[in-house]
């Protein structure tokens, strides 16, 4: 899912809310839906599938997935035993690209795919280019010895996005991050109504 800077900040102000793992910038300073009308404009109020569809979006367009991948995963998830939308968030956690991203070394997760599909990640010391591989509790990934003085590598681990999360650690010294356990629902970077997506997804199903 290739995106242009712009065209993400206005996902982002259409949706209301940063989205880390696709842009670096904020909407902060421009909060107000994109649009001829500008800080004048008004939120219409939501149906209840709006409301679902927003969330599902937020999912979306964060993780780059497409729709027919969110909804294989949605499927898996309500195969498992435990909640589906908690199950859900983990699955996209876990994505190889969305740990490289997590693990600092790329600024977005369009950025940390790039570097996967270029071969630039080793994945328990093998050479790993899908971005979609779910990684489990115990996995680790390895920045390779020749992409570590890449410009764009560099620069974001001395400013990451993000601070690492507590479900991994970071071994500065070899460029390895391990998954020491699955994330929790509650430790995704960005606030969501996972719940909203589960209903959307069940009347179509």
């Not at 800080?39 to 729709?67: C, D, H, M, W």
Request: contains cysteine.
């Amino acid at each position: 899912m290739s995106i242009q800077i712009d065209a993400r900040l206005k996902i982002m102000r259409a949706l209301g809310i940063d989205l880390p793992g696709l842009s670096r910038k904020s909407i902060e300073s421009r909060p107000n839906p994109p649009g001829q009308h500008g800080p004048n404009s008004t939120r219409r109020r939501k149906s209840e599938y709006g409301l679902a569809l927003i969330e599902k979006q937020k999912l979306r367009f964060n993780y780059g997935v497409s729709e027919r991948q969110l909804r294989t995963m949605m499927v898996e998830a309500r195969r498992k035993a435990g909640p589906s939308g908690d199950l859900l968030l983990q699955m996209l956690e876990c994505r190889l690209d969305n740990v490289v991203f997590r693990a600092g070394w790329a600024p977005t997760i369009p950025a940390a795919r790039q570097l996967v599909s270029h071969c630039h990640i080793l994945l328990n010391g093998k050479r790993a280019n899908i971005a979609s591989i779910r990684l489990r509790a115990g996995d680790e990934v390895t920045l390779r010895e020749k992409s570590r003085n890449i410009t764009m590598i560099r620069h974001t681990i001395e400013a990451p996005s993000l601070d690492r999360p507590e479900w991994l650690t970071y071994d500065p010294t070899t460029f390895t991050a391990k998954v020491t356990r699955l994330p929790e629902a509650d430790e995704v970077p960005f606030p969501v109504e996972v719940h909203l997506v589960v209903e959307h997804y069940a009347k179509s199903m």
